[in-house]
């Protein structure tokens, strides 16, 4: 299969190179020094899964450059959504999939109403990886999980069937859904409240999970975001809060989240998309996200720098 990653940071810069290695051609979307370093000496992946070595890289800033492609994978961030939606437009084909491994709830809509309903899958990873240094990945802990689903709510299709397949000879923990929307706001729910823990106290997972207050105040962030989504229709388990802190409680402790990284390297953050969102959609539906909003409120300075 081909695949193009738009997007080549951590999370694209991670699968493409796994998908590489199991022989796939996939086309890197990048820019900058990323891209410049990539060219010249391949794309470096250090993981506890193994490292890697890339090279040559088959790398494009222009993605029209990239031809058509049979899966394309987008993970840039959330304020890049749009853009991207329609800057791939030029490489789909008629059988072309495009799947978003982005953060959020929106981003699967944003993206069908740019390049069609018809060409989109619903995708959710998790995985902790960033850009270390130009053209190097640093993948932290073992975690790497990628859930592909059908928007319509349904058995696997064969495009889903294959693709996880794909991911899964690429030795990547592939699962294919029968409810992408619930599975969404499942990682939506984990994300939203360890991307937000991590930034507001500076500090990796495994303090915030181990401190009496801050694993409190984690876990309270789980529940208001569940109750949103249940808010808003769907159906999350009652008990989806607790089963996440104890999947919270068994990650590397050295592991944060990227809107962490980006708060302590001074970029943008997602934080409108995230914990905002969270507070956007309880405010709509009558519910309350004290959390959450302490969260917002606290980093809302440092959001867009």
């Known amino acids: 299969m081909k695949f193009v990653m738009f997007g080549s940071g951590g999370v694209g810069g991670y699968y493409g190179a796994r998908l590489v290695q199991a022989g ?4 890197f979307v990048a820019r900058g020094a990323h891209a410049a370093r990539m ?3 391949g794309l470096s992946i250090k993981s506890e899964t193994g490292d890697a070595l890339i090279s ?4 494009v800033e222009d993605p029209a450059r990239a031809g058509d492609a049979d899966v394309i994978f987008v993970a840039v961030k959330l304020w890049d959504s749009e853009s991207a939606a329609n800057a791939i437009k030029p490489i789909i084909g008629p059988r072309t999939t495009v799947v978003s491994l982005q953060n959020g709830v929106d981003k699967d809509d944003v993206l069908a109403g740019a390049a069609g309903r018809e060409h989109v899958v619903g995708g959710i990873t998790h995985i902790g990886a960033v850009i270390a240094e130009p053209g190097v990945i640093a993948h932290t802990g073992k ?12 058995p696997p299709s064969p495009r889903v069937i294959a693709i996880v397949a794909a991911l899964a000879r690429a030795k ?3 699962v294919a859904s029968d409810d992408i929307v619930k599975a969404t706001w499942e990682k939506f729910v984990f994300l939203t409240s360890l991307s937000g823990m991590t930034a507001l106290t500076r500090k990796p997972v495994g303090p915030v999970r181990d401190n009496p207050a801050t694993r409190a105040m984690l876990r309270d962030a789980l529940e208001e975001t569940a109750a949103v989504a249940r808010a808003e229709g769907v159906p999350l388990a009652e008990d989806l809060p607790e089963k996440q802190l104890k999947m919270i409680d068994g990650l590397n402790p050295a592991m944060t989240s990227s ?10 953050l997602e934080l409108e998309w995230l914990s905002g969102a969270v507070v956007r959609r309880g405010e709509a539906r009558g519910q309350k996200t004290p959390v ?5 409120a606290a980093l809302v300075l440092h959001a867009n720098p």
């Open 39 to 41: 060219r010249e000496k």
């Open 143 to 154: 975690l790497q999980r990628v859930t592909l689903g059908e928007l319509a709510k349904g």
């Open 259 to 268: 809107m962490a990284q980006d708060l302590a390297r001074g970029k943008r």
């Open 172 to 174: 990547i923990e592939a």
């Open 56 to 59: 040559p890289v088959n790398v």
């Open 24 to 27: 796939n051609e996939v086309v």
């Open 292 to 296: 959450h909003r302490a969260i917002h």
